[in-house]
């Protein structure tokens, strides 16, 4: 049989088996609604604040600051609708007061994008800061960016391509001089860096538990005491009347227990052990002929902290010039080693990535990166896998590749010249 490795931690992540536990008589004989009032239901409100608390305590917070979501892309799209957007009373869209202003980066998950860009569309107006060649975004572009009708700053905490940490203190800072909200996309942070509400000083944060070892399908937004937030879905009072819907007990218990083993991670120097896996990856990959680390240019040895910026210990982002990414990830499954490109595939035409390119990138290049994303669950021996198969893998593809062979014909002729 093939043997399996998978490198794609930052698309999603293996439940680990004490997650896998304390879920599983979510499922069976603790069923019961955590709004009703009998027994069945008091067992699972109790498991639910429960977790609550160690959401809370993963990130600094009060359980009371943390709203369960379906994941993610809700806990982002509460963020943002319910600080800067209002549901029109006529129409039922979602539009913002026209004179509001929103600050972003242009390398945003998706989630916060394209909430951003709704609300645009309907007369709100939102700066986009850039990043550097690294992938980092400057704090003073976004003092600069600031208006008076400035209501909300989105910057991300880590990025889910790069793994580039952002500088969310000093734009925390930047908020609270200011007076706006601060919204900080934590779900590539938390579980691999220390995450502290009141260090990075933001009233809003996202998390997603389906990315630290929890289950798909569930997140929480932590929201700071006092922050005025718009419920965006209508119904019940769950959630303090910030989220109806009846809560998916399993789903909050399992980001309960992730959350809490992320947590003891850090004593046990967990982010440390993955740092040098990562690491040993990235320093042997990087003997590779053309290519590099997509970020700053750094010796490998100092990947950690590239440029005076830290990188989540997980990650790391790789150009192979001449090869088509899609291509090696294709042929690396088929060797048993799971990666993945940079690239979303939007209406049946790869895109280059969105990340890359705000790096300034050429979309060549960007469409020749692979992401490579370690977990709690991967090994020394699964470095050593992926190492024994990616040189080869790429090897093969620049062998086919015309893209590879004007690249080294015209770096020869520039030898011959010079
Ligand atoms: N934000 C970031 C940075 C992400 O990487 C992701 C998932 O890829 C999301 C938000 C969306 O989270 P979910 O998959 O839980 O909706």
């Known amino acids: 049989m093939t043997r399996r490795v998978y490198l794609d931690?930052?698309?999603?992540?293996?439940?680990?088996?004490?997650?896998?536990?304390?879920?599983?008589?979510?499922?069976?004989?603790?069923?019961?609604?955590a709004s009703s009032i009998h027994s069945h239901g008091q067992q699972t409100r109790a498991a639910v604040e429960r977790a609550r608390e160690s959401v809370a305590a993963l990130i600094g917070a009060r359980p009371s600051e943390i709203v369960f979501t379906s994941g993610?892309?809700?806990?982002?799209?509460?963020?943002?609708?319910?600080?800067?957007?209002?549901?029109?009373?006529?129409?039922?869209?979602?539009?913002?007061?026209?004179?509001?202003?929103?600050?972003?980066?242009?390398?945003?998950?998706?989630?916060?994008?394209?909430?951003?860009?709704?609300?645009?569309?309907?007369g709100c107006t939102v700066t986009y800061v850039p990043v550097d060649g690294s992938g980092v975004v400057d704090p003073d572009d976004v003092r600069r960016a600031l208006q008076p009708s400035t209501k909300l700053i989105s910057i991300m905490m880590a990025n889910n391509e790069t793994g580039m940490v952002q500088p969310v203190r000093e734009i925390g800072e930047i908020a609270r001089e200011a007076d706006v909200y601060f919204h900080t996309d934590a779900v590539q942070a938390a579980g691999k860096i220390p995450v502290r509400v009141d260090e990075i000083g933001c009233d809003l944060l996202t998390l997603s538990a389906h990315k630290l070892h929890g289950p798909q399908g569930v997140g929480a937004l932590y929201v700071r005491k006092g922050t005025a937030l718009s419920a965006q879905m209508y119904g019940g009072r769950h959630e303090r009347s910030r989220r109806a819907g009846t809560e998916n007990v399993p789903g909050i218990v399992g980001l309960g227990r992730a959350a809490e083993v992320a947590l003891a991670g850090f004593g046990r120097g967990d982010d440390l052990k993955m740092a040098e896996l990562r690491d040993r990856l990235e320093t042997k990959l990087l003997g590779i002929e053309a290519c590099g680390v997509n970020g700053a240019d750094t010796h490998p040895s100092q990947s950690t902290r590239r440029m005076g910026h830290p990188r989540v210990p997980n990650t790391t982002n790789i150009y192979f010039d001449g090869i088509d990414g899609e291509a090696l990830v294709i042929a690396l499954d088929l060797k048993g080693l799971a990666v993945s490109t940079g690239a979303a595939c939007s209406s049946g035409a790869i895109e280059p990535s969105h990340v890359l390119m705000a790096m300034g990138m050429g979309a060549e290049r960007a469409r020749a990166s692979i992401r490579f994303s370690l977990g709690k669950m991967n090994s020394a021996e699964d470095v050593e896998f992926a190492l024994s198969v990616v040189p080869e893998a790429v090897e093969r593809l620049r062998e086919l590749s015309p893209v590879w062979k004007k690249l080294r014909d015209s770096s020869l002729e520039l030898r011959a010249t010079t």
């Open 9 to 33: 931690n930052n698309a999603t992540t293996p439940v680990l088996p004490e997650v896998l536990e304390a879920m599983r008589p979510y499922f069976g004989e603790r069923f019961g609604n």
């Open 72 to 122: 993610g892309t809700e806990a982002d799209n509460l963020a943002v609708f319910g600080v800067a957007g209002h549901r029109s009373p006529v129409t039922g869209h979602r539009e913002s007061v026209p004179a509001d202003h929103i600050i972003t980066s242009t390398i945003e998950h998706h989630a916060v994008l394209n909430a951003c860009r709704h609300l645009e569309a309907n």
